[in-house]
């Protein structure tokens, strides 16, 4: 493959590139606004952060209860 030689070139082979995959191009800038995509990225960063927490919780939950299950398995004292 040759080297691109403008910043055009480079757009055009990624777009046709994406067309041969059946992926659709953008023609304009799209309509979408920045508070609009920035509200949307920060409820998807929330929910990615509320899940992220939800698996901590239960990772630690069950070494916990490994945990418990160990010392339960191991031979009592005489007092």
């Known amino acids: ?3 691109l030689k403008m910043l055009q070139e480079a757009s055009q082979l990624l ?3 994406l067309k041969n ?3 659709g191009v ?3 800038g799209g309509t979408i606004s920045m508070t609009d995509a920035k509200r ?3 409820d998807e960063c929330g929910k990615f952060k509320a899940r992220q927490k939800q698996l901590r919780h239960e990772q630690a939950d ?3 209860a490994e945990i418990k299950h ?3 398995s191991l031979p ?3 007092r």
Request: aromatic share 0%.
């Open 70 to 72: 160990e010392q339960d």
């Open 40 to 42: 949307h990225a920060e």
């Open 76 to 78: 009592k004292r005489r």
């Open 62 to 64: 069950r070494a916990i």
């Open 1 to 3: 493959m040759d080297r």
């Open 15 to 17: 777009d046709g590139q």
């Open 26 to 28: 953008l023609s304009t």
């Open 21 to 23: 995959l059946g992926r």
